[in-house]
């Protein structure tokens, strides 16, 4: 009987492990390609940005941001004491990260604020076209502790269970930014928005062993200027673009799909786009028309890609198909809104 089931479990055990080669080996052909993305933000063909003091939470104050100009120019030129030094931290490495990623822009350029608060005082024009003006709505460090009882010695018939009380600390940290995106020249807020950054750190024995709360929210910091440089000017992506698998029994044209998609995975696009094409012409083979026009994406040949790819479509509308089709016209969009913000900053070079 015992033999018997290690023959069972043994059978079984190649059964999986072939099904998992098999899915790993047929996974289909993937291409991976840069694209620059469109700013998220329509900033008037802003050719300049300043990036203000960042007002502490100490001289955070309740309002409706959307109503009044309360985070404009005039209430960011003042000395401001920041008496915690993780709140410091945490508003130095935001602004930095921002005014870093915009100093390397070649979309945009950076103004020193002091340029601006000059030309405030003075009453000259403002040297930036736009500029980020925040504040903290939010901040807080809550340490935390609890105990744990845990068994010493256990019961016996003659003698009660032994136990210790072991302390643990947390510590929760709650980081909250909002911001504001203005046009200096009519001071309308152009966008409105918020971040939020909360980490609770792990158990700790002693609390002197905490980590400070700015190394446990510092990751969000920097992701949050990330974002908040994706809204300002155009960044790039990593896009994966995968093909399909043919399914045919013709054996001959299997090969024929296979060649151009170790093609495809050798980054040869151009061929691997003119096999796929190829074959597609003679055998009306979807796979290969979709993949023979996905690849020209690839390639940033969007135009061509969309009329081979709605080919295809009208041929056989195939859902897989309709949904390369809508990615196309979707990079044709990106591309539409990555040229005409270029085109409006650049045409401004020419006064």
């Known amino acids: 009987m015992k033999k018997l089931f290690k023959s069972f479990s043994f059978s079984l055990f190649l059964f999986f492990t072939s099904i998992l080669c098999m899915c790993f080996f047929s996974c289909a052909t993937t291409v991976n390609v840069q694209l620059t993305r469109p700013a998220k933000l329509d900033l008037n063909g802003a050719k300049t940005i300043a990036v203000l003091p960042v007002k502490p939470y100490a001289y955070y104050r309740e309002y409706d941001a959307h109503s009044g100009t309360e985070l404009l120019i005039n209430t960011f030129y003042q000395l401001f004491e920041i008496n915690n030094p993780d709140e410091e931290a945490a508003i130095r490495t935001l602004r930095g ?4 990623g915009l100093a390397k822009s070649p979309y945009i350029k950076l103004i020193n604020s002091d340029e601006v608060e000059l030309a405030q005082k003075k009453g000259y024009l403002n040297p ?16 935390r502790v609890y105990e744990e009882r845990k068994l010493v010695k256990a019961a016996t018939e003659t003698t009660a269970a032994e136990y210790i009380f072991e302390k643990h600390w947390i510590r929760d940290v709650d980081f909250r930014f909002r911001y504001q995106i203005v046009d200096s020249s009519n001071n309308c807020v152009i966008s409105y928005s918020k971040i939020d950054c909360q980490a609770t750190s792990d158990n700790y024995e002693r609390r002197s062993l905490l980590p400070s709360a700015y190394k446990l929210i510092e990751s969000k910091i920097r992701y949050a200027a990330k974002s908040i440089l994706k809204e300002l ?3 790039v992506v990593t896009k994966s673009i995968s093909l399909l698998e043919a399914k045919t029994k013709d054996k001959a044209l299997k090969e024929r799909m296979k060649a151009a998609d170790e093609l495809a995975g050798n980054s040869m696009l151009k061929k691997a786009s003119e096999e796929f094409s190829n074959i597609y012409k003679e055998t009306g083979l979807v796979e290969a028309g979709y993949n023979a026009a996905i690849l020209q994406e690839a390639l940033g040949n969007l135009s061509l890609a969309e009329s081979m790819m709605l080919e295809v479509y009208n041929n056989c509308p195939d859902s897989r198909v309709s949904k390369g089709l809508s990615d196309i016209r979707y990079e044709i969009e990106m591309a539409n809104r990555l040229n005409k913000q270029i085109k409006s900053s650049d045409s401004e070079d020419d006064f």
């Open 128 to 143: 930036a076209d736009v500029y980020l003006t925040g504040e903290v709505s939010y901040f807080n460090i809550d340490d």
């Open 97 to 100: 990260e921002i005014e870093n």
């Open 233 to 235: 000017q155009p960044y």
